[in-house]
């Protein structure tokens, strides 16, 4: 197989392309053969050491979506020729073909293709544990969401709209303002001209919002406080500006008693039951038609710190993927 590796946390000048044997099947595996494989801000992590990886050589990247090319023993719930997908397995995604445990893969819809599962996937399941679990959103409410036009935001934008919330959404341009507004996104604040807690409480008539969903990190948070209401909850899910440090949680207080948690989804589908639940959940909006996806901007999986490069850069809207 072809697969993507570094030899060291660093840059994305460290990602190669080299060959490796297959591995060998354990009892409870699946190969894999990817047809697509997701890129998302949580790689970029792991590959500058935010996320230290656990030993070197090592693959990059937990998402993706293929064929079951052989079962390893005691797998009966699925079968070879299966179209599966996973967006929780081993990191080694980036690659030709992935050794998964078969407790990780979902078995696919017919009506969703292999490129626009690993699309969404991690994001969509990343989206239902913010809005599903974490903190339920209900009807009428008006939430904020940061990056509205990224991967996770776009799809977030969406599943809000189909729940009944009214959405207030954050981005960098006026071209992605104008995308989150197809999306469905009722109030849209350029952050880089417009002042977000100001407009919030403008939005809002004072009466600010509950919950705050922020996956940039450390140049949002300070301000994602100021849009909560008393007791509101910060969400704080990502680090796309770098990690938040040097909290004064005296500071939660002096704004409200307000809540803050970071969470990750790794603890929201850690069973096999809450990880089909989350799957079902996130297909059937899919499948309404409540969240459309978006064909992925595709790269070679040779060019996979090309895709690198232009995530952090935020050049892209939408989901990126690499093709084997």
């Known amino acids: 197989m072809t697969r993507i590796e570094i030899e060291a946390h660093g840059g994305p000048e460290n990602m190669k392309l080299v060959e490796r044997d297959i591995p060998d099947l354990l009892a409870g595996q699946v190969l894999v053969r990817h047809e697509a494989i997701g890129v998302n801000f949580i790689d970029t992590y792991m ?21 079951v090319e052989a079962l390893g023993e005691g797998v009966d719930h699925m079968a070879v020729g299966d179209r599966v997908a996973y967006c929780s397995g081993p990191i080694g995604a980036y690659a030709s073909h992935n050794v998964v445990s078969a407790d990780t ?5 017919t009506s969703i293709s292999a490129k626009k599962a690993a699309a969404s996937m991690l994001k969509g399941l990343t989206v239902q544990y913010l809005i599903r679990q974490i903190y339920p959103v209900q009807a009428g ?17 969406q599943w809000l709209k189909a729940l009944g919330a009214t959405v207030i959404g954050t981005v960098g341009s006026e071209e ?6 197809n999306l469905g996104c009722d109030h849209v604040i350029n952050y880089r001209t417009e002042s977000v807690p100001e407009r919030v409480l403008e939005i809002t008539g004072g009466a600010k919002v509950p919950v705050v969903f ?22 704080s899910f990502g680090n796309a500006s770098g990690p938040v440090e040097g909290v004064n949680l005296g500071i939660l207080a002096a704004k409200g008693s307000l809540m803050v948690t970071r969470p990750t989804l790794a603890h929201f589908v850690a069973t096999r039951e809450a990880l089909e639940n989350a799957s079902n959940d996130f297909f059937a909006v899919m499948s309404s038609g409540g969240v459309k996806i978006g064909a992925p901007i595709e790269y070679a999986l040779a060019d996979a710190a090309q895709a690198h490069i232009d995530l952090s850069g935020r050049k ?9």
């Not at 070197?56 to 979506?65: C, D, K, N, T």
């Not at 892209?316 to 084997?324: K, M, R």
């Open 214 to 235: 922020d996956g940039v990190g450390k140049d949002t948070f300070e301000g994602s406080l100021d849009c909560l209401r008393q007791r509101g909850l910060m969400i």
């Open 141 to 157: 409410e008006t939430v904020l969401f940061h990056a509205a036009a990224g991967g996770v935001g776009s799809i977030a934008v």
């Open 47 to 67: 590959r500058t050491g935010l996320y230290p990886l656990p030993s070197f050589p090592s693959g990059l990247g937990g998402e993706a979506a293929g064929i």
């Open 176 to 181: 992605k303002a104008d995308l989150v507004r």
């Open 316 to 324: 892209t809207t939408g989901s990126l993927v690499l093709i084997p």
């Open 105 to 109: 893969l979902i078995l696919l819809p």
